[in-house]
Nanobody, 124 residues
Framework: QLQASGGGLVQAGGSLRLSCAAS????????MGWFRQTPGKERELTAA????????AYPNSVKGRFTISRDNAKNTVYLQMSSLKSEDTGVYYC???????????????????WGQGTLVTVSS
């Protein structure tokens, strides 16, 4: 089970930190990702991290502004979002996929478990 939190309303240029707490499984066996979804569009990757945390990936649209991290001892993955823009608005979902490889995964279809989503609204 994945529980996302930390969304809210923020002004453009501001920051937010999202958290995703996992339960029920060995968290360190899972690569994690954050996806954003807006009305009428498919979920798109915002950030991904390998099970160890050594490998991360970001689309160009958020690179340098967003940072994904994880604390396996706390079974939690974070998304630090800075310099927010109106186009960052959306529902953010955390996702997990079981893996034996220290890889990142870029596509929603590669993830098996999803949290409930947390809404981020950036006002301009």
């Amino acid at each position: 089970q994945l529980q996302a939190s930390g969304g809210g309303l923020v002004q453009a240029g501001g920051s937010l930190r999202l958290s995703c707490a996992a339960s029920g499984r060995t968290f360190s066996n899972y690569a994690m990702g954050w996806f954003r979804q807006t009305p009428g569009k498919e979920r798109e990757l915002t950030a991904a991290i390998s099970w160890s945390g050594d490998n991360t990936a970001y689309p160009n649209s958020v690179k340098g502004r967003f940072t994904i991290s994880r604390d396996n001892a706390k079974n939690t993955v974070y998304l630090q979002m800075s310099s927010l823009k109106s186009e960052d608005t959306g529902v953010y979902y955390c996702a997990a996929t079981f893996t034996l490889r220290n890889n990142v995964y870029y596509y929603a279809k590669d993830y098996n478990y999803w949290g409930q989503g947390t809404l981020v609204t950036v006002s301009s």
